[in-house]
Each structure stands twice: as C-alpha cells, then as structure tokens.
C-alpha cells in the first residue's frame, strides 16, 4: 500500500473536536441547578444543545470537479514545472470546509504545500498552484485526497478522487558521452577499438609472419627484404568490438546519498549509464542495459540509433530505476539466474553500483569468475560526519579493495566528474 493511500481511512469519519463537550457542558448545570444560579444553567444548557446538533450534523457528500495542469509536462531535468489544480463545486449546496492534499509524486519535491483548504459555495472555482523541480522518470500524480467538513467541524468525509486532465510529468534526459570508456579484452568477431591479441590488421605492432599471396603490400617488411631478400608481412594487434552490458544496482539497498540533499547512488549509476551508453555505442560497441532490483528491466544489446533511443528512454522512465525505491519484493538469487541466462557469452558487465552491501561484491566476483569480464563503477554514497558512517566508509572501501585483489577493475566515483575518474582510471590500467 502506498504512504498516500495511508494517511487517513476513507469514508465518514468523525474529527474528535466535540468530544466530552456534552459532559462539559452539564457541569454548569448541574452547578446551576444546585447553586440555584439561572445563568449557569443557561450556558450548560447551550452547550449541550450545541453538543446535541454536532452529534446529529452529517458529512457533507462533496460534488466536485478536479482538474489539473502542468506548465511543461516534459520538462529537461532541473526544470521548474507550476502545478495547477481548480476544484469546482458541482453541488447545488454550499462546502463549509473543503481541504484538498494534490497526490504529488514521491520523487518530485516541490516548492509549498501541495495543498488547499477553502470553503466553496455551488458553481464556484478555487485554484491551487504550485511548483515543482523536475527530476529524471515518468512521475504519475496520486489521486486528489479530498476531505470535506460538515459546518460543525464533527465528521468528515474522506476520499480520493481522480483529477481530469494532465497526470504524468515525463522528464527524459539527454545521453550525452563521456570521455571513451576503457573496456577489457572480451570482444566480439566484429571490428572496433578494443585491442586484442589476434595478429592481423591494426595500429598496434604485434608480430611478424611469412609472407603469403594476396597480403597487401602495404603490410610487407620491407626493411627486412631490403636486409635479406625475404618478404614477409607485418601482423598487427587486431582491434574489435565489444557486448557491454551496463548493469545498474538499483535494489533498495543501493538508495544511499551522504545526506538528504544530494543524488542517491542509483541517481548516479544512471547518470553514469547515460553517458557510458552513448560512448559505447559511437565506438561501435553492442551496449544492453539490465537493473539489479525490482521489476523486469532488460534491453537487449543493439547498436544504432534506433538502439540509444529505445536506452535513453528505459534509463529515463523504467520504473525499476526510479529514484525513490520500489515497493516490490526482490528476489537476488532468482535475479541472478536470470541474468546469467540473458547475458550474452561474449559480453562483458559494466556495474554500476555502491557497494553497500556485499551482496554486489558476490554478484561482480561470479559474473567475472563465468568468463564476464566486470568492471565496476562505484558512486561513493557514504559521509562521514558520524563514527556509523565513516564504519560504513570503512566497509564500502574494504569491499572496493577486495575486488581489486580479485583482478577486477574498480572506479571508485567521488565528488568529482566521471569523466576526470574515468581518465584517471584509463592512465592508471595502461601501465
């Protein structure tokens, strides 16, 4: 069940405000009555009449019409999105007290209350505005949790109603690249960048071989004929294309930021995502994309336009990479299974994870250990303003460590951009 769906039972309700005001009000009459004092007798009298029309007072049944509106409903990231919401009172009778909470999206943070508290004669529009800062995903408004007051204040009536009009704010970022992506030597039989240790055509020198018929010319040593006057052909390293699949760790766990204003690691592993799947994929590379957590979020890996499109949008709305947690169970063992089935024999792994726990310290290891190629890239999620998270600092960096040991390449991801780390992980595996 939903935070919104739990916030108060629906229906007739009574508001607690007049209890014990009928006890109350026969103290003075009974003080009255003893004393023999009219005016005591008089006010007890009142309030218990009062207490009486409270009692019998009923919940208005609210006729109304919701809409909503969004200034942009497909805002870039950042962006500044008003949030209207009317109500109009289709009744023929007058709501003393109407109080509306807008279903606001668990993500979207937003600059106010998403809420409005008015009284609405029949016919009559009130407005709520509102704005909120767009963040990457396709954000669904809750419905409208309406409540309406008898004049009393006894009961209210609790319920939520579907609001006509614009329900879903999309933002989708755009894939941009960083700088290239140092892979490892896993590739496909496909042309591309990654140098390997088949001799043939390429940049790099790698040997030297008889000379057969039909190798082109420019590939003879002719120094070597020159010396001796025997041909034979210059091999160099060939270089092919790579399957990268970009691995997100997205389950509950990997939800951490170093403190309540800053992006969360799965915010970052996207983030890491979209700009290592358009760097791949200019370098020729097969790119998928898989979330570890929740739901079913696989792409199957693909070049071409069509291809960075169809990424862009799952990195932009699976609700698997949502960035608040998703409610669903997670399985880890099932998960991995399946993935193992899904992944491609040549494919390498590009995990993108925090480390929180060693659960993603077991699942890179076996992954590499099946002949997958992993490299990891780690956003540092923890702080260390406190002895529990500079010990969670500790662990996090015992787990990068034990990985390394392990012949895994680790991009441990701090303040600064990814692509400083990236070449600076680059310059440091080709030594």
Same mark, same amino acid.
Not at 9 to 26: E, H, N, S
Not at 194 to 205: K, Q
């Given at each position: 069940m939903a935070e919104f769906d739990r916030i108060r039972?629906?229906?007739? !309700?009574? @508001?607690?405000?007049? @209890?014990? *005001?009928?006890?109350?009000?026969?103290v003075p009459v009974g003080l009255g009555v003893l004393l023999r004092h009219p005016p005591l007798v008089l006010a007890g009298a009142v309030g218990v009449a009062f207490a009486a029309y409270a009692r019998g007072d009923a919940a208005p049944d609210p006729d109304v019409t919701l809409e909503r509106s969004l200034s942009d409903p497909t805002p870039d990231p950042g962006d500044e999105v008003? *949030?209207?919401?009317? #109500? %109009?009172?289709?009744?023929?009778? *007058?709501? =003393?007290?109407l109080r509306l909470v807008d279903g606001l999206p668990a993500a979207l943070a937003s600059d106010g209350p998403a809420?409005?508290? $008015? +009284?609405?004669?029949?016919? %009559? @529009?009130?407005?709520?505005r509102y704005d909120v800062t767009a963040v990457r995903g396709a954000h669904e408004f809750d419905p409208v949790h309406v409540l309406a007051r008898n004049p009393s204040g006894s009961r209210e009536r609790d319920a939520r109603l579907v609001a006509e009009g614009e329900t879903t704010l999309r933002c989708t970022p755009e894939l941009e690249a960083s700088s290239s992506l140092p892979l490892r030597g896993l590739t496909t039989v496909l042309?591309?960048? #990654? =140098? $390997?240790?088949?001799?043939?055509?390429?940049?790099?020198?790698?040997?030297?071989r008889e000379y057969r018929h039909g190798d082109p010319a420019k590939r003879v040593n002719w120094a070597r004929y020159a010396r001796t006057g025997e041909l034979s052909t210059l091999e160099f390293r060939e270089e092919r294309?790579? @399957?990268?699949?970009?691995?997100?760790?997205?389950?509950?766990? +990997?939800y951490l930021a170093p403190d309540e204003d +800053? +992006?969360?690691?799965?915010?970052?592993? !996207?983030?890491?995502? $979209?700009?290592?799947?358009?760097?791949?994929?200019?370098?020729?590379?097969r790119v998928g994309i898989a979330a570890s957590g929740p739901g079913d979020c696989f792409l199957d890996p693909g070049i071409g336009d069509g291809h960075a499109a169809r990424a862009r949008e799952l990195l932009a709305t699976h609700p698997a990479l949502a960035p608040t947690p998703d409610d669903e169970r997670f399985l880890p063992t099932t998960w991995v299974r399946r993935f193992r089935r899904w992944l491609p024999a040549d494919a390498q792994v590009l995990f993108c994870t925090p480390l929180a726990d060693d659960y993603a310290v077991t699942v890179a290891r076996r992954l590499d250990a099946y002949g997958h190629a992993v490299t990891v890239i780690s956003p540092d999620p923890t702080a260390d303003d406190t002895p529990g998270h500079r010990l969670a600092g500790v662990e996090r960096s015992n787990r990068v460590s034990r990985l390394r040991s392990s012949g895994l390449r680790v991009i441990d991801w701090g303040e600064e951009p990814l692509a400083t780390e990236l070449e600076r992980a680059a310059a440091r595996w080709s030594r």
């Open positions: 039972p629906r229906g007739v !309700v009574p @508001t607690g405000r007049w @209890t014990g *005001v009928a006890a109350l009000a026969l008003t *949030v209207t919401l009317r #109500v %109009r009172n289709d009744g023929d009778g *007058v709501l =003393p007290d809420r409005l508290g $008015t +009284a609405l004669r029949p016919g %009559r @529009t009130a407005t709520l042309s591309g960048r #990654v =140098p $390997t240790d088949v001799g043939g055509s390429g940049l790099e020198f790698h040997s030297t294309a790579a @399957t990268v699949v970009v691995c997100i760790d997205a389950r509950e766990e +990997a +800053a +992006a969360n690691a799965v915010e970052r592993s !996207v983030e890491a995502a $979209t700009q290592a799947v358009p760097a791949l994929l200019a370098s020729g590379d």
